[in-house]
């Protein structure tokens, strides 16, 4: 049998066959290259607000691990409707990167919005749902452009680099909102007002740099409808695709509430809360490339179940209070290893399996349901920390995530042909 065999019959939807390898090392276009750099500098803002966000809410603020989770899982699914919004629109209109620079504004324009309200939960409920719904609009659209300018042999090399970018301003910006904090402690008012300046610089990157995607033609254009869009997401394969997608999403935790965990329960001190990100970004950015050249080849879908699999082992590391350093980093390593294995590669598998001219609709369609189900995951799971132990509630969500991936696997991977 054929690897491209093997990559059709490991998912819910038909990956392409690959190309030879040589095709797959070919180079990466500069649009992903251009639309890298973007993401690298809005994410060095972007993850300044969430490695210094968990430390804001609970020592500054002190909420509880409920309120924790309500506020993780609103910063999880305030992008979710927006995608549809954004994705539609940039189909609708053929100008992605003029919605994906809306998506980037808005964003940049909100980091100025957590210290006018200062310890109020409402405002700073209301700023991340801004904030929240520039990330929802621009997502679509970018993952669109990246998936018009790549061959489609190469898509999962090609958002590889595009995560590893984006990751390395992930791992730059708990630093720099780590030494902000070092240098002056309480410092939070100045780590929101640097992270707008660094928004900025992103948007006036994309603005300069990003080259305008071809799209598709007027005639495209003017069959996209949402009626069109939700028939094309209809087809069976596609509808398991979404649904596996939500399934694996409602048993995985949010980022503030993992880190918090891994703190608090490996018996880290509360000061290197911020840094802790960057272990999860260093062995993402790492693995990115390696991960999508290898789903490319393997299947892409079987790579995104996989990486799964990987976060039901960090869970259990969390859930088995090990204290120290060590099982910390082998925690931290696993949740980067899960991004690698499923944050692009997801879009390069769905991509080619939406119609050209409702892709970035229908991208926006799983990203959406994703988005919503991680939303639902992030506030049973502080529920369940709450009225149990942080312990067993991570000890629950890697059964439930284990069970997930099963059926993402099986029973919810079958063929649409079969």
Not at 101 to 119: D, E, H, I, N, R
Not at 343 to 366: F, K, N, Q, W
Request: hydrophobic share 55%; proline share 4%; charged share 10%.
């Amino acid at each position: 049998m054929r690897a491209g065999d093997n990559a059709r019959s490991a998912g819910p939807a038909a990956e392409p066959a690959t190309a030879p390898a040589a095709g797959i090392r070919q180079r990466v276009p500069a649009a992903v290259l251009a639309l890298g750099m973007v993401s690298l500098v809005t994410d060095v803002s972007a993850e300044m607000i969430t490695a210094t966000m968990g430390l804001y809410l609970t020592a500054g603020l002190g909420l509880g691990y409920l309120a924790l989770g309500a506020m993780d899982g609103l910063y999880t699914g305030a992008t979710a409707l927006l995608r549809l919004g954004g994705g539609y629109a940039a189909d609708r209109l053929g100008r992605p990167k003029h919605v994906a620079t809306l998506g980037y504004g808005v964003s940049a324009v909100c980091k100025l919005g957590f210290p006018a309200v200062g310890g109020s939960v409402t405002g700073l409920s209301a700023v991340v749902m801004a904030d929240r719904a520039g990330k929802g609009v621009r997502t679509a659209p970018r993952d669109a452009m990246i998936t018009h300018a790549t061959p489609t042999e190469g898509l999962g090399r090609a958002f590889g680099v595009h995560r590893a970018m984006d990751t390395c301003g992930a791992l730059l910006g708990p630093l720099v909102a780590f030494f902000i904090l070092w240098a002056i402690p309480g410092g939070y008012d100045v780590v929101f007002f640097a992270s707008f300046c660094i928004a900025a610089v992103g948007v006036v990157v994309l603005v300069l740099f990003v080259p305008n995607a071809a799209g598709v033609s007027a005639a495209g254009r003017a069959r996209v409808s949402l009626r069109r869009a939700v028939s094309s997401m209809n087809a069976p394969a596609i509808r398991r695709m979404t649904l596996a997608a939500g399934l694996l999403g409602l048993m995985t935790a949010g980022d503030l509430f993992f880190f918090v965990a891994v703190q608090r329960q490996l018996g880290l001190p509360s000061q290197v809360l911020p840094l802790l990100p960057l272990g999860t970004a260093l062995v993402f950015m790492l693995a990115a490339i390696p991960i999508g050249r290898l789903a490319d080849r393997v299947g892409r879908w079987s790579m995104f179940v996989g990486g799964h699999v990987v976060l039901v082992a960090a869970y259990l590391v969390v859930a088995g209070s090990l204290d120290g350093w060590v099982f910390a980093a082998v925690a931290l390593c696993l949740h980067g290893v899960f991004y690698a294995a499923t944050d692009g590669v997801l879009m390069a598998y769905a991509g080619p399996a939406i119609p050209a001219e409702v892709r970035a609709t229908g991208l926006a369609v799983v990203q959406t349901a994703q988005a919503l189900a991680r939303a639902g995951g992030a506030v049973l799971l502080g529920a369940l920390a709450a009225s149990l132990a942080v312990g067993t509630a991570f000890l629950v969500f890697a059964a439930g995530l284990a069970l997930a991936a099963v059926l993402a696997a099986t029973r919810l991977a079958a063929r649409g042909s079969s």
